[in-house]
């Protein structure tokens, strides 16, 4: 046998196994492609719905969330690089002395009078900052919908319900100035994360007189007339929010360091074992009713800060009281959602229920 056919003889095993594979990596690839191009790998619905036109959605039922993956196929790179008109360190309100500010980040003012969301960062009610609203705004300003992104007083400075008071007072600035920003003051949502979350739910599901009349003065207001704007809003975002503060109390028997108790009892300025009616005053679930904006609740399954049966138990509860509510359990998310296509999500949700604008299409 020839040194050539001897090379040959061993290397013609390995050929066909390298042949081999390129062949299945080849039928994978077309098989995949196939799979994308005709809807595979899609969310199945939480409900089956009726095909007619005419027949009215079905509730979802308590018991049943949604669980999704990441969808590969939307690509921040891919959206449109719309640079919005952007206001910095605007003031909203005063109170105690202090200026209150907020990030305005407007669409095209020749749209027309857009609706809004206003924009809750996250932080334990003690940290972070109203610049987390550029990454949210990055989604919806390209689909005509102004976003507002709003510091609020820390714990630190300031107890409960310090906090949702500056909410309220964000609204109410928004729609004592709506013309002026070319806002549409009766289409306004909001939208948060983690303690951000919670502010957001609360400002939506409280009534207008559950807390007492915000202390501050509103910009733009000569004679306080804007503090007795309402500040119902039309839909609601909560990202992974804590909606029940009274479970914390309980759990401090067993856990009396743990540093949620210690958030709380900063936010309340008091013991936890001393804050059982303040803690059900702060907790969104506590003023759930019937007339409540329609709501869409995210949370990450491996959430370890803010227990994920918290986001369950709001859904149940609006729910049972016919608010339309839907719950997206994000199967492989922990305390953070970073996926674009998860953004999208709740921009499709605020287009939907605060009306439909002209502006780019994705």
Same mark, same amino acid.
């Given at each position: 046998?020839?040194?050539?056919?001897? @090379?040959?003889?061993?290397?013609?095993?390995?050929?066909?196994?390298?042949?081999?594979?390129?062949?299945?990596?080849?039928?994978?690839?077309?098989?995949?492609?196939?799979?994308?191009?005709?809807?595979?790998?899609?969310?199945?619905?939480?409900?089956? %719905?009726?095909?007619? %036109? $005419?027949?009215?959605?079905?509730?979802?039922?308590?018991?049943?969330?949604?669980?999704?993956?990441?969808?590969?196929?939307?690509?921040?790179?891919?959206?449109?690089?719309?640079?919005? &008109?952007?206001? *910095?360190?605007?003031? =909203?309100?005063?109170?105690?002395?202090?200026?209150?500010?907020?990030?305005?980040?407007?669409?095209?003012?020749?749209?027309?009078?857009?609706?809004?969301?206003?924009? +809750?960062?996250? !932080?334990?009610?003690?940290? #972070? $900052?109203?610049?987390?609203?550029?990454?949210?705004?990055?989604?919806?300003?390209?689909? #005509?919908?102004?976003?507002?992104?709003?510091? =609020?007083?820390?714990?630190?400075?300031?107890?409960?319900?310090? %906090?949702?008071?500056?909410?309220?007072?964000?609204?109410?600035?928004?729609?004592?100035?709506?013309?002026?920003?070319?806002?549409?003051?009766?289409?306004?949502?909001?939208?948060?994360?983690?303690? #951000? #979350?919670?502010?957001?739910?609360?400002?939506? =599901?409280?009534?207008?007189?559950?807390?007492?009349?915000?202390?501050?003065?509103?910009?733009?207001?000569?004679?306080?007339?804007? $503090?007795?704007?309402?500040?119902?809003?039309?839909?609601?975002?909560?990202?992974?929010?804590?909606?029940?503060?009274?479970?914390?109390?309980?759990?401090?028997?067993? *856990?009396?360091? @743990?540093?949620?108790?210690?958030? /709380?009892?900063?936010?309340?300025?008091?013991?936890?074992?001393?804050?059982? &009616?303040?803690?059900?005053?702060?907790?969104?679930?506590?003023?759930?009713?019937?007339? @409540?904006?329609?709501?869409?609740?995210?949370?990450?399954?491996?959430?370890?800060?803010? @227990?994920?049966? %918290?986001?369950?138990?709001? +859904?149940?509860?609006?729910?049972?009281?016919?608010?339309?509510?839907?719950? &997206?359990?994000?199967? $492989?998310?922990?305390?953070?959602?970073?996926?674009?296509?998860?953004?999208?999500?709740?921009?499709?949700? +605020?287009?939907? &229920? /605060? !009306?439909?604008?002209?502006?780019?299409?994705?």
């Amino acid at each position: 046998m020839t040194d050539w056919e001897t @090379d040959n003889a061993l290397t013609r095993p390995l050929g066909v196994i390298v042949a081999g594979v390129l062949l299945v990596l080849l039928m994978y690839g077309v098989f995949a492609w196939g799979s994308a191009l005709f809807g595979g790998n899609k969310v199945p619905p939480v409900a089956k %719905q009726s095909t007619s %036109q $005419n027949a009215p959605p079905q509730p979802t039922p308590t018991n049943v969330v949604t669980e999704t993956h990441d969808n590969p196929r939307i690509n921040i790179r891919s959206l449109p690089r719309i640079k919005p &008109e952007t206001l *910095r360190n605007v003031t =909203y309100a005063t109170v105690d002395g202090r200026d209150l500010k907020i990030d305005m980040y407007l669409p095209d003012r020749t749209l027309g009078p857009v609706p809004v969301v206003l924009w +809750f960062h996250g !932080g334990a009610w003690d940290m #972070g $900052n109203k610049i987390d609203g550029m990454y949210p705004a990055r989604f919806l300003v390209p689909r #005509g919908i102004a976003l507002v992104s709003v510091q =609020y007083r820390f714990s630190r400075n300031a107890t409960f319900p310090a %906090q949702i008071q500056d909410a309220r007072a964000a609204v109410q600035f928004v729609r004592h100035n709506a013309k002026k920003y070319h806002l549409n003051a009766t289409r306004i949502g909001a939208w948060g994360a983690s303690s #951000g #979350g919670h502010l957001a739910a609360l400002l939506a =599901y409280a009534d207008d007189d559950a807390f007492p009349e915000t202390p501050h003065t509103i910009a733009g207001d000569t004679d306080r007339s804007a $503090n007795t704007i309402s500040t119902r809003i039309q839909a609601v975002c909560d990202w992974f929010g804590p909606t029940d503060l009274t479970l914390a109390i309980e759990a401090s028997k067993t *856990r009396p360091n @743990d540093w949620r108790v210690r958030t /709380l009892e900063r936010l309340f300025g008091k013991p936890i074992h001393e804050s059982m &009616e303040i803690a059900t005053l702060a907790s969104p679930i506590t003023h759930v009713s019937s007339d @409540d904006p329609p709501t869409l609740i995210m949370h990450g399954l491996k959430d370890s800060i803010v @227990d994920p049966d %918290q986001s369950r138990e709001l +859904f149940a509860a609006l729910r049972a009281v016919n608010v339309k509510a839907s719950l &997206e359990i994000k199967q $492989n998310s922990g305390h953070s959602f970073v996926m674009p296509w998860i953004y999208v999500r709740v921009v499709r949700f +605020f287009q939907r &229920e /605060l !009306g439909p604008v002209k502006a780019v299409k994705w």
